[in-house]
């Protein structure tokens, strides 16, 4: 046989274990979600932020606190504006992409999505009321405004989750014949594995979140701008992202703990278990694993079985015990895992290590670099998520829900075409992602410069002679700012 | 008739029946901010656009989420049948989405005047089409395209007359939604020489649309025999009132009776919406799946009709103080006579707004 036939018959069994629709729609749903997870992040941790920075300038009178909610919520209004519109694209793609999924398990797996759904409407509304309510509603009243959207976060955050952990631990209904029956959807929405994946998602937002606002300040501070401004625009998100920090190894843990029993094949491709040891299992480092083997690798005595079945005796069930169709990418799956808690770890250390020097009355904040590797925690908290991400999901692949239904009979019967809607995503995608970093610099900048508003110019500006009225800035934005005074400003840069 | 399976299916038409008119007068202020001509003489209209979706779009925009949801949970086949047969308009839809949302925020903060253009054309353009896209969805859902079990043609499923012309309906009923709001706003705020324009733009809006909705009957009977019989017989009085509601608002424009020809806009283009459904009934799927053979497990039904009663009790009332905000004297600078005149003073406040207290 020469290596044209060869060939052809390698592309063969491709195609027949695989439609060429298959991958870029997994390519696609990997894009989609992956960029919208860190927008919903701001989505569910920013208002609980903002509430705390706004409630902290009307009770102690602090300007300088209220002029930093007031700006958060400018910035939030556009984070949330393409948080909405890239989870819509969530939605059509559910049915687009994996009607299989939807068509067999809608009713399955519906009930959660309809009670975000509420979440998202009462999210929406009191966004609105909030971002415009500045100057036209009473104080403590507007203040208010922002604490639904801390509350709609968690019940939007369990609800996807709760689907998600689904997935991966199905429950709620039974198979008999080939056909769904004894569908229970409250089983779905209350389902144990949820509760966990959603403290550990939630805290990963407050991380997100926390670590990036923090992360702005933190080099505003290294190009000089020592002020009260920010100081307080540095701690405030620092301490959400402590709390966060510090409890969200903890977390993962108890996420993790009945991973060997809901999912053994994902927890010998997080451990990089190529067999079953005959004691405790040695948590690995570096290394590949090929040909059903792991090689390179430095090997921790006992820890993987002590951290994943509290067990010193105990091995992880390795990758020999399960057939090559029913396991996952291994090596992806691996590295994944160990970049999410690596990360963890690193910024657990570091929030204990500055909290710790400031009891002992040494303040990290003079040091450059304490600010340098703040800077970059919001970029780390971030690829902490998507790591974990792509560790649960691909960690689940063969299947879609697990042990149940395989992605592949999930798919559409899409064409290879599929990858120029992927293409055409990614260029969107993209360009959002410009504009969105081009819009907040530039509203940084015009703050810093001391603009306290921001109109957009719908027009070119006015010559005298044309009078009055002929072109208009946003009042409302002109409107607020005529009353602030003008101290604050001064200090607000 | 009551029976649970016709109850989900009523609350998810409600859902359509919100999202055309609250979406629609959305994406309907896109049309007129396309057409309102170059910056210097656009800006009042873009300006005014700004102010009037700006708190509102978000929410108005979840309705489409509830109405997706509702259809996967409730009627999970029919749901994947027509993703799989309708899939390019629905790509079209959602781009609209995505880009008409993702630059008015942008454009809201845009610092130069070219940023402001660049995503004031891409917000305008998208808002026309998403609504043109998901018009043919409902022509195409109307006119039977969508075989039970799915993968109907990708082209010919929309591209026919009946999806075209509800298209071309949709992006009209927004249009003219629009019109009649902004309008009203517009005279709200004491901007008269704008509302005096949008008025003109309303008539003409409002009466072309009106002989689109009544022209486009007339392939409908033969590209669309099941739901042309629905239309004719129990939906005739809807469509009726419809018609009644559309000469209502332009009358009620004419005479300057702005408040009330909004009413009356929101009761001609719901009719329309309305039309629709009672036309279909009892399919999902026309002439292949009916609300009864279509629908999920009862427990899922009865589970979604709790989540619809919540919403009812919890998203109601809150959805009612956003729009009761966004008509208070407060949010509109009525009591100086305009935003204009409020340019460099205030907008009213109370006594007790932190901005007083803080020594200033
Ligand atoms: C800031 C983000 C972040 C950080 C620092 C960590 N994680 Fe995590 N992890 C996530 C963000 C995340 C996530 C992206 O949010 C996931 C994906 C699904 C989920 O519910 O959470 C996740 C999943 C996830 C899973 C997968 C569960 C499954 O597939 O069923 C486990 C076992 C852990 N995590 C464990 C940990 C441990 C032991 C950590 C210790 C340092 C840790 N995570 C830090
Ligand atoms: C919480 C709700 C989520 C749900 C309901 C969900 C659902 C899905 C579905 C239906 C698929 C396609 C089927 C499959 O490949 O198995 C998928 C794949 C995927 N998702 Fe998720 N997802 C969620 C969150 C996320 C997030 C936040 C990310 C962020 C990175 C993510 C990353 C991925 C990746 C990488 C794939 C492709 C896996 C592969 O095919 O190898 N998921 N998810
Ligand atoms: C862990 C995963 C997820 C979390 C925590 C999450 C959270 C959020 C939040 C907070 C928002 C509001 C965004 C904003 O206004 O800034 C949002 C929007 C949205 N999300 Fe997600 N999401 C997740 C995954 C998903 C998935 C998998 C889907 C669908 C399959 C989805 C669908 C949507 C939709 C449709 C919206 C828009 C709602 C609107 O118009 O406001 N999300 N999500």
Redesign the interface.
């Not at chain 1, 604490?147 to 008999?176: E, H, K, Q, S």
């Given at each position: 046989m020469d290596a044209t036939q060869l060939l052809a018959q390698a592309s063969d069994v491709v195609a027949a274990a695989d439609p060429a629709g298959l991958m870029p729609a997994r390519q696609q749903m990997a894009l989609s979600l992956g960029w919208h997870i860190i927008l919903a992040c701001f989505g569910v941790a920013f208002p609980a932020i903002i509430f705390a920075m706004h409630l902290r300038g009307i009770r102690r009178n602090d300007p300088v606190a209220l002029n930093l909610a007031k700006r958060w919520g400018k910035a939030s209004a556009v984070l949330f504006a393409i948080g909405a519109v890239s989870g819509t694209v969530l939605s059509f793609e559910m049915g687009l992409l994996w009607p299989g999924l939807m068509g067999t398990f809608g009713d399955v797996l519906g009930l959660p999505f309809a009670f975000e759904g509420l979440a998202f409407f009462l999210e929406a509304i009191f966004l609105g009321i909030y971002l415009y309510g500045w100057g036209k509603m009473p104080p403590k009243l507007h203040l208010f405004m922002v604490l639904p959207m801390a509350i709609t976060g968690v019940i939007g955050t369990y609800c996807v989750l709760a689907v998600n952990a689904w997935m991966n631990a199905p429950v709620g209904f039974d198979i008999v014949g080939g056909e769904v029956v004894n569908i229970e959807p409250w089983a779905v929405l209350f389902n144990q594995h949820a509760f966990l994946a959603f403290a550990h998602m939630w805290l990963a937002a407050y991380m997100v979140t926390g670590f990036t606002i923090a992360a702005v300040y933190a080099v505003g501070m290294l190009k000089g701008r020592r002020d009260r401004h920010h100081r307080l625009g540095f701690m405030v998100p620092f301490a959400f992202a402590t709390i966060a920090a510090l409890a969200q190894p903890l977390a993962g843990h108890f996420l993790g703990h009945d991973l060997a029993e809901r999912q053994p094949a994902k927890l010998a491709a997080f451990e990089y278990a190529d067999e079953t040891a005959d004691g405790a299992t040695p948590l690995t480092i570096g290394g590949f694993y090929i040909d059903g083997e792991v090689k390179w690798a430095i090997e921790i005595p006992y820890l993987s079985s002590v951290a994943s079945l509290n067990s010193f005796t105990e091995p992880v069930p390795g990758l020999d015990q399960f057939p090559e169709e029913d396991q996952p990418p291994v090596n992806f799956t691996h590295y994944s895992f160990q970049a999410m808690v690596g990360i963890g770890l690193l910024l657990l250390a570091a929030v204990a290590l500055y909290w710790f020097l400031r009891w002992r009355k040494k303040d990290l904040l003079e040091n450059r670099w304490f600010l340098r590797f703040m800077a970059v925690t919001g970029l780390l908290a971030m690829t902490a998520m998507e790591a974990g991400w792509i560790a649960t999901e691909v960690g689940r692949q063969p299947w879609i829900v697990y042990g149940v239904m395989r992605t592949p009979e999930a798919a559409a019967d899409h064409s290879g075409g599929l990858w120029g809607i992927y293409g055409a995503s990614v260029l969107l995608y993209g360009g959002m992602t410009i504009a969105a970093i081009v819009i907040l610099r530039s509203m940084a900048r015009r703050w810093r410069s001391g603009a306290a508003d921001l109109p957009s110019p719908y027009g070119p500006r006015p010559l005298p002679a044309d009078g009055p009225g002929e072109v208009r800035e946003c009042a409302d934005e002109k409107a607020d700012g005529a009353n602030r005074p003008t101290a604050e400003q001064g200090a607000a840069k | 008739m009551m029976s649970l399976e016709f109850a989900v299916a009523a609350a998810l038409f409600a859902g359509v029946v919100a999202y055309a008119v609250l979406g629609g007068a959305d994406f309907g202020s896109g049309f007129h901010d396309l057409t309102a001509g170059g910056?210097?003489r656009?800006?009042?209209l873009?300006?005014l656009i700004?102010?009037s979706i700006?708190?509102?779009w978000?929410?108005n925009?979840?309705w489409?989420?509830?109405v997706?949801?509702?259809w996967?949970?409730?009627?999970?086949?029919s749901?994947?049948?027509?993703?799989?047969t309708l899939?390019v308009p629905?790509?079209l839809a959602?781009?609209g989405?995505?880009?008409r949302?993702?630059?008015?925020?942008?454009?809201?903060?845009?610092?130069?005047?070219w940023?402001?253009k660049l995503?004031?054309v891409v917000f305008a353009t998208s808002s026309v089409l998403a609504p043109f896209f998901l018009g043919t969805i409902v022509g195409a859902l109307a006119s039977g395209r969508v075989p039970a079990d799915?993968?109907g043609d990708p082209w010919s499923s929309w591209i026919n007359p009946t999806a075209l012309l509800t298209g071309c309906i949709s992006v009209g009923t927004c249009a003219f939604l629009a019109a009649t709001f902004l309008t009203a706003d517009a005279a709200r705020r004491g901007e008269n020489a704008l509302a005096a324009k949008l008025r003109i733009r309303s008539l003409v809006v409002g009466a072309g649309t009106g002989i689109v909705v009544f022209a486009g009957l007339i392939p409908i009977e033969h590209d669309a025999p099941t739901f042309w019989d629905g239309l004719t017989s129990r939906a005739a009085p809807v469509m009726a009132l419809s018609a009644l509601g559309g000469i209502a608002t332009l009358v009620l424009l004419w005479r300057g009776r702005f408040g009330p020809a909004r009413l009356a806009a929101v009761v001609a283009v719901a009719a329309v919406m309305a039309g629709w459904g009672i036309g279909q009934y009892p399919w999902v799927l026309v002439d292949q799946v009916s609300i009864a053979d279509g629908a999920?497990?009862r427990?899922?039904?009865q589970?979604?009709l709790v989540?619809v009663g919540?919403?009812a009790v919890?998203?109601g009332p809150?959805?009612g103080?956003?729009f009761y905000?966004?008509q208070s004297p407060?949010?509109n600078?009525e009591a100086r006579g305009g935003?204009?005149a409020?340019?460099?003073?205030?907008?009213r406040?109370?006594d007790?707004?932190?901005?007083?207290?803080?020594?200033?």
């Amino acid at each position: 046989m020469d290596a044209t036939q060869l060939l052809a018959q390698a592309s063969d069994v491709v195609a027949a274990a695989d439609p060429a629709g298959l991958m870029p729609a997994r390519q696609q749903m990997a894009l989609s979600l992956g960029w919208h997870i860190i927008l919903a992040c701001f989505g569910v941790a920013f208002p609980a932020i903002i509430f705390a920075m706004h409630l902290r300038g009307i009770r102690r009178n602090d300007p300088v606190a209220l002029n930093l909610a007031k700006r958060w919520g400018k910035a939030s209004a556009v984070l949330f504006a393409i948080g909405a519109v890239s989870g819509t694209v969530l939605s059509f793609e559910m049915g687009l992409l994996w009607p299989g999924l939807m068509g067999t398990f809608g009713d399955v797996l519906g009930l959660p999505f309809a009670f975000e759904g509420l979440a998202f409407f009462l999210e929406a509304i009191f966004l609105g009321i909030y971002l415009y309510g500045w100057g036209k509603m009473p104080p403590k009243l507007h203040l208010f405004m922002v604490l639904p959207m801390a509350i709609t976060g968690v019940i939007g955050t369990y609800c996807v989750l709760a689907v998600n952990a689904w997935m991966n631990a199905p429950v709620g209904f039974d198979i008999v014949g080939g056909e769904v029956v004894n569908i229970e959807p409250w089983a779905v929405l209350f389902n144990q594995h949820a509760f966990l994946a959603f403290a550990h998602m939630w805290l990963a937002a407050y991380m997100v979140t926390g670590f990036t606002i923090a992360a702005v300040y933190a080099v505003g501070m290294l190009k000089g701008r020592r002020d009260r401004h920010h100081r307080l625009g540095f701690m405030v998100p620092f301490a959400f992202a402590t709390i966060a920090a510090l409890a969200q190894p903890l977390a993962g843990h108890f996420l993790g703990h009945d991973l060997a029993e809901r999912q053994p094949a994902k927890l010998a491709a997080f451990e990089y278990a190529d067999e079953t040891a005959d004691g405790a299992t040695p948590l690995t480092i570096g290394g590949f694993y090929i040909d059903g083997e792991v090689k390179w690798a430095i090997e921790i005595p006992y820890l993987s079985s002590v951290a994943s079945l509290n067990s010193f005796t105990e091995p992880v069930p390795g990758l020999d015990q399960f057939p090559e169709e029913d396991q996952p990418p291994v090596n992806f799956t691996h590295y994944s895992f160990q970049a999410m808690v690596g990360i963890g770890l690193l910024l657990l250390a570091a929030v204990a290590l500055y909290w710790f020097l400031r009891w002992r009355k040494k303040d990290l904040l003079e040091n450059r670099w304490f600010l340098r590797f703040m800077a970059v925690t919001g970029l780390l908290a971030m690829t902490a998520m998507e790591a974990g991400w792509i560790a649960t999901e691909v960690g689940r692949q063969p299947w879609i829900v697990y042990g149940v239904m395989r992605t592949p009979e999930a798919a559409a019967d899409h064409s290879g075409g599929l990858w120029g809607i992927y293409g055409a995503s990614v260029l969107l995608y993209g360009g959002m992602t410009i504009a969105a970093i081009v819009i907040l610099r530039s509203m940084a900048r015009r703050w810093r410069s001391g603009a306290a508003d921001l109109p957009s110019p719908y027009g070119p500006r006015p010559l005298p002679a044309d009078g009055p009225g002929e072109v208009r800035e946003c009042a409302d934005e002109k409107a607020d700012g005529a009353n602030r005074p003008t101290a604050e400003q001064g200090a607000a840069k | 008739m009551m029976s649970l399976e016709f109850a989900v299916a009523a609350a998810l038409f409600a859902g359509v029946v919100a999202y055309a008119v609250l979406g629609g007068a959305d994406f309907g202020s896109g049309f007129h901010d396309l057409t309102a001509g170059g910056a210097r003489r656009g800006a009042p209209l873009r300006t005014l656009i700004d102010h009037s979706i700006g708190p509102v779009w978000e929410a108005n925009h979840v309705w489409l989420i509830y109405v997706l949801v509702m259809w996967w949970t409730g009627f999970p086949e029919s749901f994947a049948a027509t993703m799989t047969t309708l899939y390019v308009p629905f790509v079209l839809a959602l781009v609209g989405i995505v880009l008409r949302g993702a630059s008015f925020a942008f454009r809201k903060y845009s610092e130069t005047l070219w940023q402001a253009k660049l995503f004031g054309v891409v917000f305008a353009t998208s808002s026309v089409l998403a609504p043109f896209f998901l018009g043919t969805i409902v022509g195409a859902l109307a006119s039977g395209r969508v075989p039970a079990d799915g993968n109907g043609d990708p082209w010919s499923s929309w591209i026919n007359p009946t999806a075209l012309l509800t298209g071309c309906i949709s992006v009209g009923t927004c249009a003219f939604l629009a019109a009649t709001f902004l309008t009203a706003d517009a005279a709200r705020r004491g901007e008269n020489a704008l509302a005096a324009k949008l008025r003109i733009r309303s008539l003409v809006v409002g009466a072309g649309t009106g002989i689109v909705v009544f022209a486009g009957l007339i392939p409908i009977e033969h590209d669309a025999p099941t739901f042309w019989d629905g239309l004719t017989s129990r939906a005739a009085p809807v469509m009726a009132l419809s018609a009644l509601g559309g000469i209502a608002t332009l009358v009620l424009l004419w005479r300057g009776r702005f408040g009330p020809a909004r009413l009356a806009a929101v009761v001609a283009v719901a009719a329309v919406m309305a039309g629709w459904g009672i036309g279909q009934y009892p399919w999902v799927l026309v002439d292949q799946v009916s609300i009864a053979d279509g629908a999920g497990a009862r427990a899922t039904l009865q589970g979604l009709l709790v989540a619809v009663g919540i919403a009812a009790v919890i998203v109601g009332p809150a959805l009612g103080y956003l729009f009761y905000l966004t008509q208070s004297p407060e949010w509109n600078g009525e009591a100086r006579g305009g935003v204009e005149a409020g340019e460099g003073g205030s907008i009213r406040r109370g006594d007790s707004h932190w901005s007083g207290r803080l020594g200033n």
